[in-house]
């Protein structure tokens, strides 16, 4: 893998293309899943592939072949890092990795664990306990490390929040380095050294790394000072996997440094290294072919997650960090039980809160923040089942677990509302709090919940009243039966890999007119049809839309919102069109065929 270093330069002048436009046209018409389309680009003059770059602020020199990772040395505290974890190297210092249980956090403390190792570190890992723990340092941690005569805690994913955890352990004699990614507080921790693109005074040229992508970095560092170019193109692939896993698994944007660390990170996972990940793969059945962010996110990742969630996160670490094979297949089993129970919880919660928002949507009184807590909600998934809430009902939602005199809650927000700014407003009710605009947690005493509660929605009514809170689908532009083609696949294959910021290309195309429509799959949920479309037929497949054969029937035009793919069958490649919605389309002057 190439590694040569970028300049501090973010972009040559005019190299970026312009943002996408804001006057983005919002349809009427009512979709079959009830979603407003907005079509973000109506230019008649641009191609196809440049609307679809535009709409992504992507320019042609990102989404090239060419893999260049920025100089890590750029990032504030880089240097004085790396100077003094080869202090602690050389003086046979234990040196703690702290980590956190998601997968960002777990692929952080694998990354600096496997680089650490190649430089012969005495180091070990230190991950909390969601349930027993909660989130981030805590002195009892620091009480440990004191007690084993540790002098070097390397945070990752975690630790910029911990203000007064970090000026405990220095009372203590122990230095702290912070890697980390969330929000930067007003004050940031008096720590050693902070690893944090978004601290002020920072050059390094890419902000939206994720945890992940800071340890990355660190790990890029710490090979290059001591391995120099050859070292780094030598040790750097198994890292980037990994790397990979936090960023998609933590919806980082994929531009810049994310896109460039995902997609070689894919490559890599497609034919990789490690024992933990080749184990993962085989349990999970990824089939031969590419391995995109697809298979990450809904295969790989809620797996590493499940620990987390609801059990030990050590065993989804010792899958990463492990080498024994026989042990690392005993690991993967006992995530693929605790994910298979983690979707049984998630199910549950969720269906037991949708009956309270369920009946308050039809009684018109559904509020603007949803807000519900129950003690048998595991502190595990509430974060899931807030997210399903956000989704389903376009609002943001803050989930509880009622723990005695406390609760612990995880937030989803949706994109008109930033989260992380609401809960912060109410800080002074809060025991703690952190997380990003998207996502966030809290912890709360509960006698401080009826007023939290009570100012939360009256913020959030404040802001949302008269927004439309129907969710949306993102359009790229409209094209025509002789833009669907076998090129045009091959130009959306030059965005991969997809992901936040750089959706899968999604078009609409009006008046196709359907016929020979049947429901298929093993329980009948999908829709199959054909779409005359100016004269060509093209099939149609639209996964999870069968109870929509009626609606599609009655209408003898169809406006589609779909992908553009290939199908391959049996060896015979065929355009195909991937529907997502469809709505009732102008009405054709007559038939061309039988609609089935």
Request: proline share 4%; aromatic share 6%; net charge positive.
């Amino acid at each position: 893998m190439e590694s040569q270093q970028k300049s501090a330069k973010r972009r040559k002048p005019g190299g970026r293309l312009k943002q996408p436009p804001t006057n983005v046209l919002k349809s009427t018409k009512m979709s079959v899943l009830g979603k407003k389309w907005i079509i973000k680009s109506r230019s008649a003059n641009a191609t196809i592939f440049d609307k679809l770059l535009e709409n992504r602020s992507l320019t042609s020199e990102e989404i090239s072949d060419e893999v260049a990772f920025h100089d890590p040395f750029l990032m504030k505290d880089m240097q004085k890092s790396v100077d003094r974890i080869m202090k602690a190297i050389a003086n046979e210092e234990r040196i703690i990795i702290f980590g956190d249980y998601d997968v960002d956090g777990l692929t952080s403390t694998a990354i600096l664990y496997h680089a650490l190792k190649k430089l012969n570190a005495k180091h070990s890992a230190r991950l909390p306990n969601r349930e027993k723990d909660g989130y981030g340092l805590s002195k009892q941690f620091i009480d440990e490390f004191n007690q084993l005569k540790v002098k070097l805690v390397i945070t990752v994913d975690t630790g910029i929040s911990c203000k007064k955890e970090i000026d405990y352990a220095n009372k203590k004699g122990i230095d702290i380095i912070v890697t980390d990614h969330h929000q930067v507080p007003e004050t940031p921790p008096k720590a050693y050294a902070i690893n944090h693109p978004k601290q002020k005074d920072c050059s390094y040229p890419y902000e939206e790394l994720t945890g992940a992508g800071v340890a990355f970095k660190l790990a890029h560092a710490l090979l290059l000072h001591n391995l120099g170019e050859d070292g780094v193109n030598e040790h750097l692939p198994p890292l980037v996997e990994l790397a990979a896993l936090g960023t998609i698994a933590d919806l980082g944007e994929l531009k810049d440094e994310n896109r460039m660390i995902v997609k070689e990170g894919l490559k890599n996972l497609f034919k990789t290294s490690s024992p933990g990940l080749k184990v993962l793969k085989s349990l999970v059945g990824v089939k031969e072919g590419e391995v995109t962010t697809t298979t990450v996110g809904f295969q790989l990742a809620p797996r590493i997650n499940a620990a987390g969630r609801i059990g030990d996160p050590y065993i989804a670490l010792k899958l990463l960090i492990g080498e024994d094979e026989q042990q690392l297949f005993s690991y993967g089993k006992e995530l693929e039980e605790l994910n298979k129970k983690r979707q049984e919880m998630t199910t549950t919660s969720f269906f037991e809160a949708i009956k309270k928002f369920d009946n308050y949507e039809k009684m018109g009184q559904l509020p603007y923040i949803l807000i519900d807590s129950h003690p048998d909600w595991h502190v595990g998934i509430i974060g899931l089942t807030a997210s399903r809430l956000a989704d389903r009902f376009g609002r943001p939602a803050i989930i509880f677990q009622d723990l005695d005199d406390t609760l612990v809650a995880s937030a989803r927000s949706i994109e008109a509302f930033n989260i992380i700014e609401a809960i912060a407003a109410h800080k002074d009710l809060l025991v703690t709090f952190g997380g990003h605009k998207e996502a966030a947690g809290l912890t709360i005493k509960k006698k401080n919940f009826k007023k939290f509660k009570a100012q939360i929605e009256s913020y959030a009514k404040k802001l949302l009243k008269n927004q439309d809170l129907r969710s949306s689908i993102e359009i790229d532009c409209e094209i025509q039966s002789d833009d669907i083609s076998e090129k045009l696949v091959d130009e959306i294959n030059k965005l991969k890999p997809f992901g936040i910021s750089n959706k899968r290309p999604l078009f609409i195309i009006k008046g196709a007119k359907p016929a020979f429509l049947e429901t298929v799959g093993r329980n009948k949920d999908h829709l199959k049809f054909e779409a005359e479309i100016e004269g060509k037929s093209i099939p149609v497949i639209g996964f999870r839309l069968g109870d929509h054969m009626g609606s599609a029937r009655k209408h003898r035009s169809l406006d589609l919102a779909c992908h553009v793919d290939i199908n391959e069958w049996n060896g015979k490649k065929k355009i195909q069109l991937e529907l997502v919605d469809f709505r009732e389309g102008k009405a054709p002057m007559s038939p061309t065929f039988d609609r089935g």
